[in-house]
């Protein structure tokens, strides 16, 4: 069973299931033992670059490079580069190249943008800059919004306007227009003190590997640790996918504010590497796609994609395909296979303030956020598990195309923005051989009427599920149908007073918990772990190789596994217990340890133990071949703030007999 970790993005919070750790990267050894060069703001490109205090400075220095195999080419944190990083050397499977970071502090930073500066109040609170800027809108693909980075360390998306001698359309703060290689800004008071700084993207991309097949593709290359801003068109762009390419890791990155919100080509991340992981990026606020796997060559019509997986990213704030949007021109033959979406967040809840399509350069800006469509193409074999998948604009989880073979497992979907009006939160069209168990689906949408949109699952066309069952469907609004069909039993919408004629009916969910609320800890607040008593706990099904270790009787549905407050562990010794334990919660630093045990619960002693960082003791003095029951308390003041239970038999040998029982007082 995974174990979501959401990374340094998240404030090192636990999320998950719980699971892997980031593996460590290909060839990082080897790597390592090979030539490591630096970079710095006040190195020199003419000296060696070999050590810190001999960096190089520039990045068009270091474009001009041609690096080895296991070569490693680190910038400095605390450090900034407003210049392309262009990447055209490859490793090998046992050696990759890596870019990546050193020293202390923030991550590098390598933006697609320059910061206008100078400022000059041109019209009542529209300021113009002294800084001489391209146009940010350069055409109908590469167009950049201005970006605010606010004091408190958020960046607020600027709103383009024609540009006007009056500037009487500049009536908003944060509107912006341009003329003459000029920018103007409204604010209500000088930019120079209101945001720490005004970014008017000047690039198309920020990393950029070189066009196939006029260069050899580029394989085998690590991003890591960097800070990817402000660009155009694209954060990370491997360059277009005319031939088959692999090896490709962007991991630990903040990649963010790319294009204009509903831009027709705005990518945080274009890659269509084969034996690719994305992993532990925090990736937003992107355009049009958070990470666009997109075959659209015509030159390949062979193409295959494999091996890819993305895990452990926290993705938010989209316009378009808020995470992954896989998908290929109709009819092309190319295929896309094991590929993996797994222990992600996915939350746009913070686009709940305003209205969906507000600033939207677009028609229209909703974001589904996750999108895998084959067009007739060969797409079989995806895994989507562990996933919390929250305030989705549009659909969280569209699938569809003649597709195969599709896992989905342990995902947490909650919720859609009130304007939203999917069909369901997740949707399946013409995709067959699905195995769909321990989801949790929870909605949020009112039923306005006409029971169109806002189902928990809806399945289209030719769509078959080889196992759908241990899942828990829950509506807030119960005039909301649960699940629906096009052409399975029960049509197009099921409710829950329908549900146990569909169950039977369909031959679906035999196992799962009747529809009801799963009793989240506070999901409003981005809590979707499980309270205790939740109808989700133990609920789930043994899938080997997903969830193995498992708590509990059971697994639980949804992505995170529950996790007690309490859990005390006791080894049997000779006439004595020792006992240990685990705390998931905060205590009172005043908080004190009582350990109540008996043979006979007319007789209970009692032991304190400060609270200490040892969480152990020793019970002696007991009566071997007697079950005792020990019962651990945490006493804030007279209350028992959490408390844990086993059963212990002490014992004079060594012999194989349950000795200890666990009561599960979850």
Not at 435 to 446: A, I, K, P, S, Y
Not at 567 to 572: E, G
Request: proline residues 5%; negative net charge; contains cysteine.
């Amino acid at each position: 069973m995974l174990v979501l970790v959401l990374l340094s993005a998240l404030g090192g919070s636990e999320l998950g299931r719980p699971v892997t750790a980031i593996p460590a990267l290909a060839g990082l050894d080897a790597a390592r033992a090979a030539t490591i060069y630096y970079v710095s703001n006040d190195g020199d490109d003419d000296d060696s670059g070999m050590t810190p205090g001999t960096a190089w400075q520039t990045i068009e220095h270091v474009n001009g490079q041609t690096f080895e195999p296991g070569d490693s080419i680190l910038f400095r944190r605390g450090d900034t580069w407003r210049e392309t990083l262009r990447i055209s050397s490859s490793g090998t499977p046992s050696s990759w190249i890596t870019f990546g970071a050193y020293g202390e502090g923030g991550k590098p930073r390598l933006l697609g943008s320059e910061q206008a500066v100078g400022w000059t109040e041109v019209a009542p609170n529209v300021w113009r800059s002294s800084t001489s800027l391209n146009d940010p809108y350069l055409d109908y693909d590469s167009n950049g919004e201005v970006y605010f980075e606010e004091w408190d360390g958020t960046t607020s998306w600027g709103d383009q306007q024609a540009y006007r001698d009056s500037f009487s359309n500049m009536i908003e703060e944060y509107d912006w227009s341009w003329n003459a290689n000029t920018i103007y800004v409204r604010a209500p008071s000088n930019p120079a003190s209101r945001y720490a700084a005004v970014e008017v993207p000047q690039r198309d991309s920020v990393v950029r590997f070189p066009e196939a097949p006029y260069h050899d593709p580029v394989e085998y290359v690590t991003i890591d640790n960097l800070e990817i801003m402000y660009a155009m068109r694209h954060g990370i762009y491997p360059g277009y996918n005319e031939v088959e390419v692999e090896g490709l890791r962007i991991t630990n990155n903040h990649i963010g504010f790319i294009g204009v919100k509903g831009g027709r080509s705005a990518y945080c991340i274009a890659a269509w590497h084969s034996d690719m992981l994305i992993q532990g990026n925090r990736i937003h606020d992107c355009g049009r796609r958070g990470v666009s796997l997109n075959t659209y060559t015509t030159n390949t019509p062979d193409l295959t994609v494999s091996d890819v997986t993305i895990d452990s990213n926290h993705f938010y704030n989209g316009f378009h395909t808020t995470s992954v949007d896989v998908s290929s021109l109709p009819g092309l033959g190319h295929t896309v296979t094991n590929f993996t979406f797994s222990n992600n967040l996915v939350d746009d809840t913070g686009r709940w303030g305003s209205g969906i399509h507000d600033g939207c350069f677009a028609s229209s800006c909703t974001s589904n956020s996750l999108y895998v469509q084959s067009n007739g193409n060969h797409y079989f074999d995806f895994y989507i598990y562990n996933n919390v998948i929250v305030g989705s604009t549009s659909r969280a989880i569209l699938l569809r195309g003649d597709m195969d073979a599709f896992h989905i497992y342990h995902n947490t979907i909650y919720s859609s923005h009130p304007d939203a009006q999917p069909y369901g939160l997740m949707i399946l069209k013409d995709v067959t051989n699905v195995d769909m168990r321990n989801n949790l689906f929870h909605g949020t949408l009112l039923d306005i009427g006409n029971n169109n949109y806002g189902r928990c699952v809806l399945d289209e066309g030719a769509t078959s599920f080889s196992d759908r069952d241990y899942n828990l469907y829950h509506q807030e609004d119960l005039g909301q149908p649960l699940t629906g069909s096009e052409h399975g039993f029960g049509g197009w919408n099921v409710f829950i007073d329908d549900w146990d004629w569909w169950r039977a009916g369909s031959g679906f969910e035999s196992h799962s918990p009747n529809p009801q609320d799963p009793l989240l800890v506070y999901p409003e607040d981005g809590d979707f772990n499980l309270q205790l008593g939740s109808p989700a706990i133990d609920a789930g099904a043994l899938i080997p190789g997903f969830n193995d270790d498992y708590r509990g009787l059971a697994p639980d549905l949804g992505a995170l596994e529950f996790t007690p407050s309490l859990m005390l562990h006791a080894a049997p010794a000779d006439q004595a217990i020792r006992l240990r334990w685990d705390v998931n919660a905060t205590l009172p630093a005043t908080a004190i340890w009582r350990i109540d045990y008996y043979t006979q619960p007319t007789n209970i002693l009692t032991a304190t133990e400060p609270l200490s960082t040892t969480r152990s003791h020793t019970l002696t003095g007991l009566t071997n071949y007697e079950w005792y029951t020990v019962t651990l308390h945490a006493m804030a003041g007279p209350t028992s703030a959490m408390s844990d239970t086993v059963h212990v038999m002490p014992t004079d040998i060594a012999v194989y007999l349950p000795l200890i029982e666990h009561r599960d007082t979850r």
